[in-house]
């Protein structure tokens, strides 16, 4: 399963970069994707990278503040996180979609990891 790291607790307006580590197997001719869930919500879509790298997919919520981004020479999957607010606190989870390409729908994705919690005070 993919490991997420890089959580933590951060002030409003800061930046924080979390990474996502997986099995070749797991990461190699597959999409990658970070959700989120923050408590009594569910899940939500943060962010998704196809297996080239080309043409990720943001929520719109984050859009213009978050990268995804991935290091095939690693496997690894990061989401660089900038100017974070409050509405951003969530445990952050990664995962490795069903196929090559970006992918917004959860059905779409398996092998999901434990998460990383990201807090982020006003």
């Known amino acids: 399963k993919p490991v997420e790291s890089g959580g933590g607790l951060v002030q409003a307006g800061d930046s924080l970069t979390l990474s996502c580590s997986t099995s070749r197997r797991i990461f190699s001719n597959n999409g990658m994707g970070w959700f989120r869930q923050a408590p009594g919500k569910e899940r939500e879509f943060v962010a998704s990278i196809g297996w080239k790298g080309g043409d990720p997919l943001y929520a719109d919520t984050v859009k213009g503040r978050f990268t995804i981004s991935r290091d095939t020479a690693t496997d690894t999957v990061y989401l660089q996180m900038n100017s974070l607010k409050p509405d951003d606190t969530a445990m952050y989870f990664c995962?490795?979609?069903?196929?090559?390409?970006?992918?917004?729908?959860?059905?779409?994705?398996?092998?999901w990891g434990q998460g990383t919690q990201v807090t982020v005070s006003s």
């Open positions: 995962a490795a979609a069903r196929g090559p390409v970006a992918t917004r729908t959860t059905e779409n994705f398996r092998a």
